[in-house]
């Protein structure tokens, strides 16, 4: 399945297979945002699959955003499909279940 990158109201959702040949899509048009945003939000809440590249993208994201002390909120941990391997990759302290949808 490919992967598409939806803003959904300032929410980013990734919709599809988040897979190694998708990777680069995903880390370029985050980088680019915390480029240029101080807050991102992004919801893997429609993630079909994960691989061990995509955690990687995905530690990326989240310690460019410490280091340039951007506010980085993920939902969509009740995907059951790719929580275990978050989990096993020590990126469950990513997610947040309390966005303030304003």
């Known amino acids: 399945m490919n992967l598409e990158i ?8 990734i919709h599809g297979d ?3 040949e998708h990777t680069n899509q995903v880390a370029t048009f985050f980088n680019n945002l915390l480029d240029t945003y101080y807050e991102i939000v992004i919801c893997l809440k429609h993630v ?7 955690i990687n993208v995905m530690k990326f ?8 002390s951007k506010i980085l909120f993920v939902l969509g941990n009740e995907n ?6 978050l ?11 309390d966005y303030d949808f304003k």
């Not at 079909?48 to 995509?54: G, P």
């Not at 994201?61 to 340039?68: D, G, L, M, V």
């Not at 059951?80 to 391997?85: H, P």
């Open 80 to 85: 059951k499909r790719i929580y275990s391997q």
């Open 48 to 54: 079909k699959q994960i691989d061990e590249t995509a």
């Open 61 to 68: 994201i989240s310690n460019k955003a410490k280091r340039r």
């Open 18 to 20: 988040f897979i190694n």
């Open 87 to 97: 989990n096993k990759a020590n990126l469950i302290y990513v997610f947040g279940n």
């Open 6 to 13: 939806v803003n959904n109201k300032g929410v980013f959702e």
